[in-house]
């Protein structure tokens, strides 16, 4: 069975290949990922990752292997409005899809904390709103920043799941180097890598690479 997404979201997609939700019959997480792609509006050089991921099956072996693959599409939708390809959902207890997101650093204004999760917990925390979060899991195409890592802890959410290894800029595999309580924090949490293909794994480091070097010289310039 694939997750339906509580909310009753319809999928819509702009000209410019973005994403707006409104309310409406309940859908599949596969529904959902295959009408973004769908939609979007893909350059040359990404039209093999898109290929991909349009025609991926779902392996029964891996647990994690659709909501890994719906972050994929949501990091590709991120690299082909010019931002970091990161993609990022929450599911709750039911398996069911609440809140997604993806990198919107540059595109469409330059916000510089609008990574994946964090742009994900916005929406849960101000539109989905539980009052306990035990069985919500977050799930993200990429192993989260020393900021990410840290809204996360603060949200509550008890399982965190990462396709890509981000040895930069990730968080999780220097866990010892972060303050005492942080550590404390992640104690009592499932924060690793997700359980799912070899491909989506692949396509999540393709899609981190993509745009990379590019954007990270554009913030470095930004301090002048």
């Known amino acids: ?33 295959k009408n973004l792609l769908e939609g979007m509006a893909v350059q040359p050089s990404f039209k093999a990752l898109h290929l991909q991921l349009k025609d ?10 659709r ?10 939708q991120s690299v082909t409005l010019g931002n970091f390809g990161v993609g990022c959902i929450i599911t709750d207890n039911d398996n069911t899809l609440v809140s997604y997101g993806n990198n919107q650093v540059f595109y469409p204004l330059f916000r510089s904390d609008f990574h994946a999760e964090m742009v ?7 539109i989905v709103k539980p009052p306990v979060v035990s069985g919500y899991k977050l799930f993200t195409s990429l192993e989260p920043c020393p ?12 399982e965190v799941f990462f396709a890509a290894d981000d040895e930069e800029g990730g968080m999780v595999h220097l866990k010892e180097a972060l303050p005492k309580v942080w550590v404390e924090m992640m104690e009592n949490r499932r924060i690793g890598r997700a359980n ?16 990379r070097e590019t954007l990270d010289d554009r913030l470095k310039k930004r301090s002048g």
């Open 1 to 33: 069975m694939g997750i339906c997404h509580k909310r009753h979201i319809e999928i819509i997609i702009d000209e410019h290949g973005g994403l707006a939700t409104k309310m409406n019959n309940s859908i599949r997480v596969e529904t959902f990922g």
């Open 56 to 65: 991926y099956r779902f392996n029964v072996s891996y647990n994690h292997d």
């Open 147 to 158: 900021m990410c890592l840290a809204r996360i802890l603060n949200s509550g959410i008890p």
């Open 120 to 126: 994900t917990l916005n929406h849960f925390e101000s």
């Open 196 to 211: 799912c293909s070899q491909k989506l794994i692949a396509i999540s480091e393709m899609l981190a690479e993509m745009n």
């Open 67 to 76: 909501e890994i693959w719906l972050t994929c599409v949501l990091a590709l």
